[in-house]
């Protein structure tokens, strides 16, 4: 599947094998990784494995600034199911570069792809985890509409530390009475 969103300073697009060096810039910072539970890049090698193994197979998308051309940072769909939500559903995951962190950018682009998912395809929820501590991570999701399901502890996907996961969703339904919500208040 071939996605490409536009938001008014982003653009959305499928990583390519061009792109590792872009990944290796943002993803070996030492602060970008560990709060989502994956450690820094270590060489632009691990960022195209990355590509091929992670972005590619489950259509994570390239963040994009539109103004530069500037590979920032991943959005998109995280190629693991939660059965603990009782719903048909998708993983969102992101990440940003160090240096944009606080300036919107990726509630913008998790905004895109929500709205993109439930008016483009047939997903009926959507959802994100976030590890305790990393509340610009919660923040985001709530941003977006998404709420809080449940809370479990957890191994790490890359290592033995464990720490307490927290899940918040959003279905097509209530994206739906957001939308009209958030029109009236604006209108």
């Not at 606080?102 to 998790?110: I, K, P, R, S, Y």
Request: glycine content about 8%; some cysteine; hydrophobic content about 35%.
């Amino acid at each position: 599947m071939s996605i490409l969103i536009e938001t008014p300073r982003l653009l959305l697009r499928p990583f390519t094998d061009g792109d590792a060096e872009a990944v290796y810039a943002y993803a070996s910072h030492p602060e970008v990784g560990p709060p989502a539970g994956w450690k820094p890049h270590a060489d632009v090698a691990e960022s195209l494995e990355v590509i091929h193994t992670i972005f590619q197979p489950s259509n994570a998308l390239a963040m994009v600034l539109k103004d530069s051309g500037r590979l920032v940072g991943s959005a998109g769909f995280v190629d693991r199911h939660e059965p603990g939500l009782g719903l048909p559903s998708e993983e969102i995951g992101y990440s940003l570069a160090r240096d944009l962190w606080g300036q919107g950018l990726t509630t913008e682009a998790v905004g895109a792809i929500i709205r993109y998912t439930f008016t483009e395809m047939d997903y009926t929820a959507l959802w994100a985890e976030y590890y305790e501590d990393n509340l610009r991570s919660r923040r985001v999701m709530e941003k977006c509409g998404m709420t809080y399901r449940f809370s479990r502890k957890e191994t790490i996907p890359q290592g033995t530390e464990e720490r307490m996961g927290h899940y918040l969703a959003i279905t097509r339904q209530e994206w739906l009475n957001l939308q009209k919500k958030w029109a009236e208040e604006a209108g």
